[in-house]
């Protein structure tokens, strides 16, 4: 929110490069701009209600602000998150296995004249 001192300072400066003459219009234009501005807004939330039906009104706004979002929290959280799979077992007892990985074939060089091997659908 803007203090008393940065409007005052605002107004002051609209006043110096508008002129007492033009400043009540412009005043009037910025007033018809914020009514229509939170006219579409509030048009908006109406209309998603609408759509949304009951649930709109259930919807937790605050956890979906993207300022929110913290990559150092949400690893955190899914860390030490209490509920992992079916059980109740808690980060610090669950014993996290990697995948097994296949071994590689070791590669053999090709015979001189021999083509590389190419699949067409791979491509």
């Not at 006219?39 to 209600?49: G, H």
């Not at 998150?81 to 007892?93: E, Y």
């Amino acid at each position: 929110m803007l203090d008393i001192d940065k409007i005052l300072v605002i107004g002051v400066i609209a006043v110096l490069l508008l002129g007492p003459t033009r400043l009540p219009q412009y005043a009037a234009r910025l007033a018809q701009f914020v009514k229509t501005l939170r006219s579409f807004a509030d048009n908006a939330k109406e209309r998603m209600r609408e759509e949304m039906g009951p649930e709109f009104d259930d919807i937790e706004w605050q956890k979906l602000d993207p300022r929110q979002y913290d990559p150092r929290r949400i690893i955190r959280d899914a860390l030490l998150d209490s509920t992992i799979g079916a059980g109740t077992a808690s980060a610090a007892q669950a014993t996290v296995t990697a995948p097994s990985v296949s071994a590689r074939p070791a590669v053999v060089p090709l015979e001189n004249g021999e083509a590389a091997p190419f699949d067409l659908e791979a491509t």
